[in-house]
């Protein structure tokens, strides 16, 4: 009994079609399992950072027309900066100039703000950070409640492992508001 050629395309057109419905099953079904992990970057969803960046931006420039800010991790000063955001979290594996600000166990942080024209010190600044992890969000420390205290903003923060690390944040004086964000990792 010899099998008749369009049978062999029929059996062709089958197989294909199962193999590729097969996949699309397959990669939903990974997808499906696989966690997801909410940016929080400057302690917003990503959705809304991504509608109001250039608003954010504006705002960052304003309030470093109005205040001179540092940032003081474990000996390491650092501005009211937004760059390191468009870095990959690679970058700190070659000389990028923020590795190393953390370390295992307790860590401080330093915040100066004072009003560029009458050298004042601020007293009454809102800080909210927020250090995540670069790929999951089962770490996150949220750093609130500064202490002032002989001019400074200032809090102790336990890093509970070693690894990569987003420190991202905002300081709101009055209405005015400055955006944080830089990438860091912790060490031994």
Do not use: C
């Not at 499906?32 to 954010?56: A, G, Q, R, T, W």
């Not at 001019?151 to 991202?168: A, D």
Request: hydrophobic share 40%; no cysteine; aromatic share 14%.
């Amino acid at each position: 009994m010899k099998i008749k050629k369009y049978r062999l395309w029929l059996l062709f057109f089958f197989l294909i079609f199962g193999f590729t419905f097969g996949m699309i099953i397959w990669t939903i079904k990974s997808t499906m399992s696989v966690p997801v992990y909410e940016d929080k970057s400057f302690l917003s969803s990503y959705h809304i950072v991504d509608s109001d960046y250039n608003s954010m931006m504006s705002d960052n420039r304003d309030f470093l027309k109005k205040y001179n800010i540092t940032f003081d991790i474990n000996g390491n000063r650092v501005g009211l900066i937004v760059k390191d955001i468009f870095l990959g979290q690679r970058s700190l594996e070659k000389n990028h100039i923020h590795r190393d600000f953390l370390k295992v166990g307790e860590n401080s942080i330093k915040i100066s703000i004072k009003d560029k024209n009458s050298s004042k010190v601020i007293s009454n600044a809102k800080i909210e950070l927020l250090l995540t992890r670069a790929i999951e969000t089962n770490g996150d420390i949220e750093i609130k409640d500064f202490i002032f205290k002989d001019n400074l903003y200032s809090k102790t923060v336990k890093i509970p492992f070693k690894g990569h690390w987003n420190l991202t944040g905002r300081v709101t004086v009055n209405n005015n508001r400055g955006y944080f964000f830089i990438k860091t990792n912790s060490v031994l």
